[in-house]
């Protein structure tokens, strides 16, 4: 299974979960979950031995930052990290000559910025292999471990009914449509009007939806959004980059908590997801964030295993 995904994913880059095929995503999750045994049975196999691995973080972080770093451990590969203000992108050096500079000495490169179109510049430069660690429009690495956890949590993905409310323009929210739409799931954003998924994200995993079946609903009411759905999720109201807007944001989505009243409207089964950091009395209630239908923990390990897997699979070697 290892063998079929790395030689099917080495060398490429990872910007959006909709770089990748259903079966792609299907074979990552596998590789992650294998991975995760593995690493529980204190297994050490070190298939990127010697490789080194760029992350630069130009948002603050906590869980990318150290999940990549173990992973990286885990591997066997050197990562080396620079984040701040001061290191590269930062001096006025061409994008171009940064990345053709970094790649001398580097074999992939993990990378949390703002602009997507950031991003794809510094791919189209590049020969390795370079991999969203978040940006303004998506999370892929954080859409990995999600579905991982939902897949340890249900058993399978096809089928599932997700829920996601509050900012339902940001990153996870795009990354929870890819996702969806990928993986035969239905997805469901309840966000007010002015907070709706890009157009163009919106019309490109309705494209997806249409080969895999999937079903996509986007609505301003949160209790039609989570109505029934076995995944309950939420992110932050004003993410990274947005903190000048965090007061008009708290505002317009004050009514899109998840809270125990809304999460009442959710199968009885249904677990609670949060990217994290949260914040507690704003877009989730400590009852729900504290419940024993919330998974947040378990989404911020499994970051660890899903970016080992995507790691072992894309860098080439
Ligand atoms: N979920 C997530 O990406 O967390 P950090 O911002 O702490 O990396
Ligand atoms: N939407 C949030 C996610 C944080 C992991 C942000 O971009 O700040």
């Given at each position: 299974m290892s063998d079929t995904i790395g030689s099917a994913l080495?060398?490429?880059d990872l910007l959006k979960l909709g770089d990748l095929t259903g079966e792609e995503l299907h074979q990552l999750l596998e590789l992650a979950a294998q991975i995760k045994t593995r690493l529980a049975r204190g297994e050490c196999e070190y298939p990127l031995a010697h490789k080194r691995i760029g992350i630069i973080m130009q948002k603050p972080s906590l869980r990318t930052r150290v999940s990549f770093e173990a992973a990286c451990g885990a591997l066997g590969a050197q990562p080396i990290v620079l984040e701040g203000k001061g290191n590269a992108f930062s001096r006025g050096e061409s994008v171009k000559d940064t990345v053709l500079t970094l790649e001398r000495y580097l074999d992939a490169l993990v990378l949390r910025t703002y602009e997507d179109s950031f991003i794809a510049e510094v791919a189209e430069h590049a020969t390795i292999p370079v991999i969203n660690a978040l940006t303004d429009g998506f999370h892929p690495c954080q859409g990995l471990a999600d579905l991982l956890t939902?897949?340890?949590h249900f058993g399978k993905l096809e089928g599932l009914t997700i829920a996601y409310v509050g900012d339902g323009s940001n990153n996870m929210?795009?990354?929870y449509l890819e996702a969806a739409a990928l993986m035969r799931m239905n997805v469901r954003i309840g966000a007010p009007l002015g907070y709706h998924p890009d157009p163009a994200v919106l019309d490109a995993v309705e494209k997806?939806?249409?080969?895999s079946g999937a079903r996509i609903l986007v609505t301003t009411d949160p209790v039609e959004a989570v109505k029934d759905a076995r995944v309950v999720i939420t992110d932050t109201w004003a993410s990274m980059g947005q903190e000048d807007e965090r007061e008009r944001r708290l505002v317009d989505l004050?009514?899109?908590q998840v809270n125990d009243e809304l999460m009442a409207q959710a199968a009885p089964?249904?677990?609670f997801m949060h990217c994290l950091p949260a914040h507690r009395?704003?877009?989730v209630t400590d009852e729900v964030i504290d419940s024993d239908a919330s998974c947040v923990f378990d989404e911020a390990e499994n970051r660890l295993h899903a970016q080992a897997a995507l790691l072992q699979s894309i860098v080439p070697v």
């Open positions: 080495a060398g490429r939902m897949k340890e929210a795009h990354t997806i939806a249409l080969n004050e009514s899109y089964d249904a677990i009395g704003e877009e």
